[in-house]
């Protein structure tokens, strides 16, 4: 795993990007007292169907942890500014408790930046003043070890606790290692944090869930939320707690896709095709071809957009990275040079290594012949040239 990280607003926020660009974008935002391991579960049931960013809020997980304390603006801020650097709207922005009050905030700050909501176990205010400041007081005394065992009863449905009680160690172990200044830090900035007004005035199509034995925000609460929101949709999730992406992953999966089924307008296979074909091939070659097509080839390219592209590379199970390596494999084989070359510079996107694609080409001598495997190599390192790559830096 790429360890990643931007400078954003005076802290290092660290953050994992992953999955194909031409799937949709899932953001996620975590709870107080987790990481973006918090997710885990989850996207091992929608893997493959999505693109994901998970990012660690300051205070926690591998980002920066200034002094306490912090406000809900300071979280908003730097979820803006992840977006913002890494050039992303119109996300499906998904919130976790304190990580779904700074997805209401972006949403009703920039959004231009959010197409849906997926608010899990949170509110547009949670808890009393008071409940904060005496939990603050307790873990500036006492540490968060303290109060751990109590957190788990809210966190996890009795159930799990009892079946998956070394499971629950590891959950505890994530949350009493969060660093205090950031976990107090947050804890004043949910304290602080009422989204009544705001989130009565967004207009994004907005899920709302909660488990059915959450101690940390309650069904009603999250109901009133649903209830503030125009057209919110709301759903409990049964023998949950205050995680569901951990215990119950498989069925805030489904609840995910249909809500994203129902507002989201499919795209033809036209269109899909052209979105992948430019996260493959990048923007100025498609531009080139576009620019250079005729009623002559007009059929035919809308054949390869369609059929290659909209149906055979959208499709799951292999990643772009995958497919580019075949693709290559397959343009050497046949001595399509033009196309092997144009698939090489495509690794720049796919994602293909260096490396990778010359073991793909020392296989080729095996099952296709050393002379293709030669020119291959050939065209490989003409292209490779060409793009900047120095061809002596792989693995050998």
């Known amino acids: 795993?790429?360890?990643?990280?931007?400078?954003?607003?005076?802290?290092?926020?660290?953050?994992?990007?992953?999955?194909?660009?031409?799937?949709?974008?899932?953001?996620?935002?975590?709870?107080?007292?987790?990481?973006?391991?918090?997710?885990?579960?989850?996207?091992?049931?929608?893997?493959?169907?999505?693109?994901?960013?998970?990012?660690?809020?300051?205070?926690?997980?591998?980002?920066?942890?200034?002094?306490?304390?912090?406000?809900?603006?300071?979280?908003?801020?730097?979820?803006?500014?992840?977006?913002?650097?890494?050039?992303?709207?119109?996300?499906?922005?998904?919130?976790?408790?304190?990580?779904?009050?700074?997805?209401?905030?972006?949403?009703?700050?920039?959004?231009?930046?959010?197409?849906?909501?997926?608010?899990?176990?949170?509110?547009?205010?949670i808890g009393p003043e008071s409940g904060w400041d005496s939990r603050i007081d307790t873990i500036r005394a006492h540490g968060l070890e303290y109060i751990a065992d109590a957190v788990m009863e809210r966190w996890f449905?009795?159930?799990?606790?009892?079946?998956?009680?070394?499971?629950?160690?590891?959950?505890?172990?994530?949350?009493?290692?969060?660093?205090?200044?950031?976990?107090?830090?947050?804890?004043t900035a949910i304290r602080n944090a009422d989204l009544t007004t705001s989130s009565a005035a967004l207009t994004q199509p907005t899920l709302c869930i909660v488990g059915d034995e959450d101690g940390a925000t309650p069904p009603e609460l999250v109901r009133s939320t649903a209830e503030l929101i125009p057209g919110a949709r709301f759903e409990l999730l049964a023998n949950a707690g205050h995680l569901p992406c951990v215990e119950q992953p498989k069925a805030l999966a489904a609840l995910i896709r249909d809500f994203l089924a129902e507002v989201t307008e499919p795209?033809?296979?036209?269109?899909?095709?052209?979105?992948?074909?430019?996260?493959?091939?990048?923007?100025?070659?498609?531009?080139?071809?576009?620019?250079?097509?005729?009623?002559?080839?007009?059929?035919?390219?809308?054949?390869?957009?369609?059929?290659?592209?909209?149906?055979?590379?959208?499709?799951?199970?292999?990643?772009?990275?995958?497919r580019s390596l075949i693709t290559i494999a397959l343009m050497a084989a046949l001595g399509h040079e033009e196309e092997l070359a144009m698939h090489i510079r495509a690794t720049a996107n796919t994602g293909a290594t260096l490396d990778e694609v010359r073991e793909t080409l020392l296989h080729l001598g095996v099952y296709a012949g050393v002379p293709a495997s030669n020119v291959a190599i050939r065209i490989a390192k003409e292209t490779y040239t060409g793009m900047g790559i120095a061809i002596d830096e792989g693995k050998n």
């Open 1 to 125: 795993m790429n360890m990643q990280s931007l400078s954003l607003n005076g802290e290092f926020i660290h953050y994992q990007l992953d999955g194909p660009s031409h799937l949709p974008l899932l953001v996620f935002s975590n709870s107080l007292g987790t990481d973006l391991r918090v997710w885990d579960p989850l996207l091992l049931e929608l893997t493959d169907q999505f693109r994901f960013l998970r990012y660690d809020k300051r205070g926690h997980g591998l980002s920066s942890c200034p002094p306490a304390p912090y406000t809900l603006d300071h979280h908003v801020d730097d979820l803006i500014g992840l977006l913002d650097a890494l050039e992303l709207n119109q996300v499906t922005l998904c919130g976790l408790s304190v990580g779904g009050l700074i997805a209401q905030g972006v949403a009703a700050r920039r959004p231009e930046l959010v197409k849906n909501l997926i608010l899990c176990d949170t509110a547009h205010k």
């Open 157 to 187: 449905a009795a159930s799990f606790r009892e079946e998956k009680a070394a499971e629950v160690v590891l959950w505890r172990n994530m949350m009493i290692r969060t660093p205090v200044e950031g976990y107090i830090g947050t804890c």
């Open 267 to 322: 795209l033809s296979r036209y269109e899909q095709g052209m979105r992948v074909r430019r996260s493959v091939l990048g923007n100025a070659h498609v531009d080139r071809a576009e620019a250079n097509k005729t009623a002559f080839d007009k059929p035919f390219q809308t054949f390869i957009t369609e059929g290659a592209w909209g149906s055979v590379w959208s499709r799951p199970i292999l990643s772009k990275r995958d």
